[in-house]
């Protein structure tokens, strides 16, 4: 079963920018599409991002979108959400996920999830 372990977060003034990062391991994400979720307090699971097979295709959530890339190294079975000009609304846990692609804002297309990594803005 392959992990997924993300790292990265934590504390930024809002107009900073952080680089996420998803490492896979005991598998190759190669096959896989990749997407980041995030989960702010009481609120359920959004999706964020999502990049495919070959990275050639990315997905955006309209709140993200122009802020934050997904990209993906394959040869490094890694995956890297660059945010961008944040703002205290991006206060969440982080979640990476491997998916198969078909629709790839929907948590259900997603069969690894890893543990998550909070990103708190402070404004």
């Known amino acids: 079963q392959m992990q997924l372990v993300e790292s990265g977060g934590g504390l930024v003034q809002a107009g900073g920018s952080l680089r996420l990062s998803c490492a896979a391991s005991?598998?190759?994400?190669?096959?896989?599409?990749m997407g980041w979720f995030r989960q702010a307090p009481g609120q359920g699971r959004e999706f964020v991002a999502a990049?495919?097979?070959?990275?050639?295709?990315?997905y955006y959530a309209d709140s993200v979108k122009g802020r934050f890339t997904i990209t993906r190294d394959n040869a490094k079975n890694t995956v890297y959400l660059q945010m961008n000009s944040l703002v205290p609304e991006d206060t969440a846990v982080y979640y990476c996920?491997?998916?198969?692609?078909?629709?790839?804002?929907?948590?259900?297309?997603?069969?690894?999830w890893g543990q998550g990594t909070q990103v708190t803005v402070s404004s």
């Open positions: 996920a491997a998916g198969g692609g078909v629709g790839v804002r929907l948590m259900s297309a997603y069969y690894n």
């Open positions: 005991g598998g190759t994400i190669n096959s896989y599409f």
């Open positions: 990049i495919s097979w070959n990275g050639d295709t990315a």
